[in-house]
T-cell receptor, first 115, second 115 residues
Framework: AQTVTQSQPEMSVQEAETVTLSCTYDTSESDYYLFWYKQPPSRQMILVIRQEAYKQQNATENRFSVNFQKAAKSFSLKISDSQLGDAAMYFCARYTQGGSEKLVFGKGTKLTVNP | DAGVIQSPRHEVTEMGQEVTLRCKPISGHNSLFWYRQTMMRGLELLIYFNNNVPIDDSGMPEDRFSAKMPNASFSTLKIQPSEPRDSAVYFC?????????????FGSGTRLTVV
């Protein structure tokens, strides 16, 4: 099965510090997209950032950026200047175009932000 | 736009009872997805529809689960009879099939507890 793996079940960071969440994935397709979703205690799934596999440039969204290593099939999320509101579950996901076109998720990383 | 609307938000039922979860996708979206979230298995895709037609139901756990999409603005996921192991959060998500790689929009989920 083509999978998405998040090896860190839990992470913690001090407020205003930087934290990196890891994700690796498996795919035989060349055309795919990668995502990070945030799930706060409210349960809502919120899209944080998206990366097209054909783009070499790493995506950034304000304090959120990714480190996309295509050859290594690695897609980590960096959160800079962490805020209390960043505390949540974070899910890495892969969408494959032209294959089984669906979003496949990792099992998530629970991020705690300490004041 | 009200987003993806799911009802009920919480459901508690007794083992053996029928349960129906409801979803209203974003207007204009033509793809709809049902996911189940548990601690053990994370987010699993149960079934998805394109233009009201079921495309892939390989994630439906067994015959007790069924899903319908009678029109573009409504879908149901039914469990009959329900069992305690069906307790989970069930998410509905929608997207435009042509732009699914942009990401899905999720509802707030239904937390199902079967006692």
């Amino acid at each position: 099965a083509q999978t998405v793996t998040q090896s860190q079940p839990e992470m913690s960071v001090q407020e205003a510090e930087t934290v990196t969440l890891s994700c690796t994935y498996d795919t035989s397709e060349s055309d795919y997209y990668l995502f990070w979703y945030k799930q706060p205690p409210s349960r809502q799934m919120i899209l944080v950032i998206r990366q097209e596999a054909y783009k070499q440039q790493n995506a950034t969204e304000n304090r959120f950026s990714v480190n996309f290593q295509k050859a290594a099939k690695s897609f980590s999320l960096k959160i800079s200047d962490s805020q209390l509101g960043d505390a949540a579950m974070y899910f890495c996901a892969r969408y494959t175009q032209g294959g089984s076109e669906k979003l496949v998720f990792g099992k998530g990383t629970k991020l705690t932000v300490n004041p | 736009d009200a987003g993806v609307i799911q009802s009920p938000r919480h459901e508690v039922t007794e083992m053996g009872q029928e349960v129906t979860l409801r979803c209203k996708p974003i207007s204009g979206h033509n793809s709809l997805f049902w996911y189940r979230q548990t601690m053990m298995r994370g987010l699993e895709l149960l079934i998805y529809f394109n233009n009201n037609v079921p495309i892939d139901d390989s994630g439906m756990p067994e015959d007790r689960f069924s899903a319908k999409m009678p029109n573009a603005s409504f879908s149901t996921l039914k469990i009959q009879p329900s069992e305690p192991r069906d307790s989970a959060v069930y998410f509905c998500a929608s997207s435009l099939a042509q732009t699914a790689a942009i990401g899905y929009t999720f509802g707030s989920g239904t937390r199902l507890t079967v006692v």
